[in-house]
C-alpha cells in the first residue's frame, strides 16, 4: 500500500515537472527572434503567404491560447508538424528515434558488460597493476571528448585498417538488395526477426564504432562507481565469515559482495542513460547516424522549435519515469531501502 501510494505521489510530481518543461521549453522558443510562419513558407516568401502560415499554425492567437493548444495536440498524440520539412514531428520520431535508442542500448551494454567485471576486480585488488590500469581507463572514459574519440576510430579501423565501415547504420548494397523489414526500427532485433542475416552483420559492424565511442563516458562512470563500493563492501565482516567458511573467492565476489555493490551502480546506469539520449548527438553528426541527434541538430539550425520543444519533452519524459524505475528498483534489490 505504502509502494503504491508512493507511486501515485511521484507519478504527480512527474507531471508537473512535464507541465513545468513544456512552459519553459514553449514560451523560449515562442520569444527567440525568429519568424516561424516565414521558415514554414519557404525563401523569399510574401507577406501573405507570412500571413497565412501566421493563421495556419496559430502563430496569430494569445501565447497562452498557442500553448493550449499545442498540450491539448500532445495528450492526443499530436506533438505538431515540422516548420521545416511539413511532416507530423511524431511521425519523424517515429523514423529517427529508434535509431538513437539502439545505438544507446547497444552503448549500455558495452557499458555494462566490460564496466561491472572491470570494477569489480578492480576493487577487489586495490593497490594492484590492474587496479591502476583500470582507473586510469575509467579516468579516460569520463574525460575524452566523443567527438574526438570517434574522429580517431574512424581513422584507426576505417582509414587504416579498413576493418569497420565509416558511417551511417548500413551499406547502400544491403539497402537495395537485402533490405530490413522494419517491424521495430532497430536494424539488428529487425534482421534477426526476419534471418536476414547478411543485414544483421552489416548493421552490426556499422554499430560498432559508434557504440563503442557513446559508451566510454558509462563505461567510465561504471567502473568508478562499481570499484568503490566493491572496496567498501569487501571489508564487511560478513565476506571475512564467507572467506573463513571456505567459499570460493568469485562466488564472494560476483554473488555476495556485488549483490550489495550493485545498487549505486544502477542508479549510475540509468542517469547515464538519459545522459546518453541527448550525448548522442555529437555522436550521430560525426558518424552521419541518422537518429534523434541529428534530427534535433537540423532542427536547431533551421530554428524549427516545434521539434526542439517536441524533443525536449521526450527526453524528459525519459529522464523523470527512468528515475522512478530506478528507486524501485533499488527498493526491491535491497530490502534496507526505504521508499
Given at each position: 500500500m505504502y509502494r503504491l501510494e508512493y507511486i501515485i505521489r511521484r507519478l504527480i510530481m512527474a507531471i508537473a515537472v512535464l507541465i513545468s518543461v513544456s512552459i519553459v521549453t514553449f514560451f523560449i522558443a515562442r520569444v527567440v527572434p525568429s519568424d516561424p510562419a516565414a521558415a514554414w513558407v519557404g525563401s523569399h516568401p510574401t507577406e501573405e503567404q507570412v500571413a497565412q502560415a501566421r493563421e495556419t499554425l496559430g502563430l496569430d492567437r494569445p501565447l497562452y491560447e498557442q500553448y493550449f493548444r499545442y498540450m491539448q495536440g500532445v495528450l492526443h498524440g499530436d506533438l505538431g508538424k515540422s516548420v521545416k520539412t511539413h511532416q507530423p514531428i511524431s511521425t519523424d520520431l517515429k523514423t529517427f528515434f529508434p535509431a538513437t535508442l539502439e545505438l544507446v542500448l547497444v552503448s549500455m551494454l558495452i557499458a555494462i558488460v566490460f564496466g561491472i567485471p572491470l570494477g569489480v576486480f578492480s576493487g577487489a585488488g586495490k593497490g594492484s597493476l590492474l587496479d591502476h590500469t583500470t582507473r586510469l581507463l575509467a579516468i579516460a572514459g569520463v574525460s575524452i571528448p566523443t567527438f574526438w574519440l570517434g574522429l580517431i576510430l574512424q581513422l584507426i579501423f576505417f582509414g587504416r585498417l579498413g576493418f569497420l565501415p565509416l558511417n551511417g547504420r548500413i551499406s547502400t548494397e544491403i539497402a537495395l538488395y537485402d533490405p530490413?523489414?522494419?517491424?521495430?526500427?532497430?536494424?539488428?532485433?529487425?534482421?534477426?526477426?526476419?534471418?536476414n542475416w547478411v543485414a544483421f552483420k552489416d548493421a552490426?559492424?556499422?554499430?560498432?564504432?559508434?557504440?563503442?565511442?557513446?559508451?566510454t563516458y558509462p563505461l567510465g562512470l561504471t567502473i568508478r562507481m562499481t570499484r568503490s563500493t566493491m572496496i567498501e563492501?569487501?571489508?564487511?565482516k560478513y565476506i571475512l565469515a564467507a572467506r573463513v567458511a571456505g567459499i570460493s573467492e568469485r562466488a564472494i565476489l560476483f554473488i555476495l559482495a556485488l549483490k550489495n555493490a550493485i545498487i549505486p551502480t544502477i542508479t549510475v546506469l540509468g542517469l547515464s542513460f538519459v545522459y546518453s539520449l541527448t550525448g548522442a548527438i555529437l555522436v550521430e553528426v560525426v558518424f552521419s547516424w541518422p537518429g534523434l541527434g541529428t534530427y534535433v541538430t537540423n532542427a536547431v539550425l533551421s530554428i524549427d522549435f516545434p521539434v526542439i520543444v517536441s524533443v525536449t519533452l521526450l527526453v524528459t519524459v525519459f529522464y523523470v519515469f527512468i528515475n522512478l524505475f530506478l528507486d524501485l528498483a533499488q527498493a526491491m534489490i535491497d530490502p534496507r531501502v526505504t521508499l
Amino acid at each position: 500500500m505504502y509502494r503504491l501510494e508512493y507511486i501515485i505521489r511521484r507519478l504527480i510530481m512527474a507531471i508537473a515537472v512535464l507541465i513545468s518543461v513544456s512552459i519553459v521549453t514553449f514560451f523560449i522558443a515562442r520569444v527567440v527572434p525568429s519568424d516561424p510562419a516565414a521558415a514554414w513558407v519557404g525563401s523569399h516568401p510574401t507577406e501573405e503567404q507570412v500571413a497565412q502560415a501566421r493563421e495556419t499554425l496559430g502563430l496569430d492567437r494569445p501565447l497562452y491560447e498557442q500553448y493550449f493548444r499545442y498540450m491539448q495536440g500532445v495528450l492526443h498524440g499530436d506533438l505538431g508538424k515540422s516548420v521545416k520539412t511539413h511532416q507530423p514531428i511524431s511521425t519523424d520520431l517515429k523514423t529517427f528515434f529508434p535509431a538513437t535508442l539502439e545505438l544507446v542500448l547497444v552503448s549500455m551494454l558495452i557499458a555494462i558488460v566490460f564496466g561491472i567485471p572491470l570494477g569489480v576486480f578492480s576493487g577487489a585488488g586495490k593497490g594492484s597493476l590492474l587496479d591502476h590500469t583500470t582507473r586510469l581507463l575509467a579516468i579516460a572514459g569520463v574525460s575524452i571528448p566523443t567527438f574526438w574519440l570517434g574522429l580517431i576510430l574512424q581513422l584507426i579501423f576505417f582509414g587504416r585498417l579498413g576493418f569497420l565501415p565509416l558511417n551511417g547504420r548500413i551499406s547502400t548494397e544491403i539497402a537495395l538488395y537485402d533490405p530490413i523489414s522494419q517491424m521495430t526500427g532497430f536494424y539488428l532485433i529487425d534482421s534477426a526477426i526476419t534471418g536476414n542475416w547478411v543485414a544483421f552483420k552489416d548493421a552490426l559492424l556499422h554499430i560498432i564504432l559508434p557504440a563503442f565511442t557513446l559508451a566510454t563516458y558509462p563505461l567510465g562512470l561504471t567502473i568508478r562507481m562499481t570499484r568503490s563500493t566493491m572496496i567498501e563492501v569487501l571489508n564487511e565482516k560478513y565476506i571475512l565469515a564467507a572467506r573463513v567458511a571456505g567459499i570460493s573467492e568469485r562466488a564472494i565476489l560476483f554473488i555476495l559482495a556485488l549483490k550489495n555493490a550493485i545498487i549505486p551502480t544502477i542508479t549510475v546506469l540509468g542517469l547515464s542513460f538519459v545522459y546518453s539520449l541527448t550525448g548522442a548527438i555529437l555522436v550521430e553528426v560525426v558518424f552521419s547516424w541518422p537518429g534523434l541527434g541529428t534530427y534535433v541538430t537540423n532542427a536547431v539550425l533551421s530554428i524549427d522549435f516545434p521539434v526542439i520543444v517536441s524533443v525536449t519533452l521526450l527526453v524528459t519524459v525519459f529522464y523523470v519515469f527512468i528515475n522512478l524505475f530506478l528507486d524501485l528498483a533499488q527498493a526491491m534489490i535491497d530490502p534496507r531501502v526505504t521508499l
